[in-house]
């Protein structure tokens, strides 16, 4: 099951580090990206696989949890 977990996930994490770099953010990122996972394995879990839905979901996240720091 953790294979297809990281399958499912890959993208959208590569496009969320992506926006980040863009950004100028990628410092963060790299900070958060633990945080950023799990969020992400826990919404996979409870049935999401959209590629494009995980990506914003992500991205949302960050955005709050900078918004904390």
Do not use: H, W
């Not at 099951?1 to 790299?30: Q, S």
């Amino acid at each position: 099951m953790a294979t297809t977990t990281i399958t499912v996930l890959e993208k959208p994490i590569a496009r969320i580090k992506e926006t980040c770099e863009m950004m100028g953010i990628a410092e963060k990122f790299d900070q958060a990206l633990p945080d950023l996972e799990t969020y992400l394995e826990g919404e996979v879990a409870a049935g999401e696989t959209s590629e494009t839905r995980l990506t914003y979901n992500g991205l949302v996240f960050l955005k709050q949890n900078f918004a904390k720091r």
